[in-house]
């Protein structure tokens, strides 16, 4: 089955969008990434507080902070994430 990965970012945070701009120009159209502003959670404002940008796989962490492309191929081809 296939699912989105989730972006937890937050508005104006440089690293998220450099993040998602990596994730874009390495796969285009071909992976379903929704973002989540995790200022409009209270819980996951606390769970991640300044650890963002986070990338995850339903409730797998793929990597924070910076993509790491090994882990994130590793991910879909575990679990075949792509859209």
């Not at 945070?13 to 502003?37: F, K, N, P």
């Amino acid at each position: 089955m296939n699912r989105p990965l989730t972006l937890y970012s937050r508005s104006g945070c440089h690293l998220c969008e450099q993040m998602l701009a990596e994730i874009h120009t390495r796969y285009g159209d071909s992976l379903e990434v929704c973002l989540v502003d995790v200022d409009f959670d209270a819980a996951l404002k606390a769970r991640y507080g300044l650890r963002l940008p986070v990338l995850a796989a339903g409730e797998v962490i793929v990597c924070m902070g910076r993509l790491d492309p090994s882990a994130l191929e590793a991910c879909l081809a575990a679990a075949e994430v792509r859209s």
